[in-house]
């Protein structure tokens, strides 16, 4: 049975930071690139932030670079989001996304349960 656990969430004040976790279990951790991706209410979920499997390669989306980084540790099957500099517009869900690439048009995907980030004052 594969798990995606996230921790770490709660509420911060804007301009604080928070670090999310998410442990994996179930699958091969190091053949699966990593993702965390938000949802904040009313929309839709938006990837945030993306790892490759050796943690070679990152990507941010524009609004958060410089601000969050992604990592990952595949001894203890987990993956981080260390997030600076909250800003109210990242009150959301975090989701935590494990894809393994079966074939150019079919992709072995899982999700977290999510865990609530809330940015105010």
């Known amino acids: 049975q594969v798990q995606l656990v996230e921790s770490g969430g709660g509420s911060v004040q804007p301009g604080g930071f928070l670090t999310l976790s998410c442990t994996v279990s179930?699958?091969?951790?190091?053949?699966?690139?990593m993702s965390w991706y938000r949802q904040a209410p009313g929309k839709e979920r938006d990837l945030v932030a993306s790892?490759?499997?050796?943690?070679?390669?990152?990507n941010y989306v524009e609004s958060v670079k410089g601000r969050f980084t992604i990592s990952r540790d595949n001894a203890k099957n987990a993956i981080y989001l260390h997030m600076a500099g909250l800003k109210r517009e990242g009150t959301a869900v975090y989701y935590c996304?494990?894809?393994?690439?079966?074939?150019?048009?079919?992709?072995?995907?899982?999700w977290g349960q999510g865990t609530q980030v809330t940015v105010s004052s």
């Open positions: 179930g699958l091969t951790f190091n053949w699966y690139d």
């Open positions: 996304n494990a894809r393994f690439a079966l074939s150019i048009w079919t992709s072995d995907i899982y």
């Open positions: 790892i490759s499997t050796d943690a070679g390669t990152t």
